[in-house]
């Protein structure tokens, strides 16, 4: 059975940093693209990170580009999101998730449960 399980969200003051971790099961994390999206309060969801299997390629948008980074431990079938120069607007909850496929264009079908970060003083 695949199964995602998020962890390492919490409370974090603006320019602080966080790492949040993503233990895969059910499937070698390795084979597939990952990634990180994040949900606020009343906003769609958004990518924040991709990592695809056909040669590690990462992926971020402007809005994280630069702060974020991620990375996989395969030993431990995990996958990171480092999270640095954190701003009130990265206030969201944190999920991973994988498309199955090789690309980060694929469509994302399994999904973590999702960790809250919350950015404030």
């Known amino acids: 059975q695949v199964q995602l399980a998020e962890s390492g969200g919490g409370l974090v003051q603006p320019g602080g940093s966080l790492r949040l971790s993503c233990v895969a099961s059910?499937?070698?994390?390795?084979?597939?693209?990952i990634g990180w999206f994040r949900q606020a309060p009343g906003k769609e969801r958004e990518g924040v990170s991709c990592?695809?299997?056909?040669?590690?390629?990462?992926y971020y948008p402007d809005s994280v580009k630069g702060r974020f980074t991620i990375y996989t431990d395969n030993a431990k079938n995990t996958v990171y999101l480092e999270m640095t120069s954190l701003r009130p607007e990265d206030t969201a909850v944190y999920y991973c998730a994988t498309t199955h496929g090789s690309t980060c264009a694929g469509d994302f079908g399994s999904w973590g449960q999702g960790t809250q970060v919350t950015v404030s003083t």
């Open positions: 059910g499937f070698t994390l390795d084979d597939y693209a």
């Open positions: 990592r695809d299997s056909i040669d590690g390629s990462t």
